[in-house]
């Protein structure tokens, strides 16, 4: 049984919480994001993520958004449609006191659908077999979900093809695995 607790934990990096182990739902196909992966991208949006509001689709483990929160994102907003994975990400925020961060069951797709409020990073890391990506995108975009100069990180199977708005324009990318990652640089639209 320790076991398994231990497999089914991610240890944030860096920030208020650094080192702080959480425990994430046991659910298949759940797939935090990798320390290596994150510190990249944290790395990345150093410069930016203090004070930021960010949403995280399909947060599943919750390993971004926490992440986010800890290095100084004023608000973050998590996202699944999964109960067991709601319930543990509410768990993780009553561990860590952490009343910045909130948590919404619901479908990505239903979710965009409703009030937008302006996000300045967004963090995309849906099933890599259900092709949700275009219709996030489109919804993200045409919906008011992001700041003029807002950030996008997307995680894919290195398979998938990427279809951006023309006024989204990639920063970097990085792959690991079977897995690509990308952060984008939305600017306002002309």
Known sequence: MKANRQKNQLRLIAGTWRGRKLPFAPVHGLRPTPDRVRETLFNWLSPVIRGSHCLDLFAGSG???????????????????????????????DLLGAPQVRVVQADSSLYLSGQSRSMDIVFLDPPYRENLLPGCIEQLESGGWLAEEAWVYIEAGQDAELELPGNWEMFRSTSAGQVTSYLIRRHAAV
């Open 63 to 93: 390993a971004l958004g926490f992440e986010a929160a800890s290095r100084g994102a004023a608000s973050v907003t998590l996202v699944d449609n999964h109960a067991e994975v709601v319930r543990c990400l509410w768990q993780q925020i």
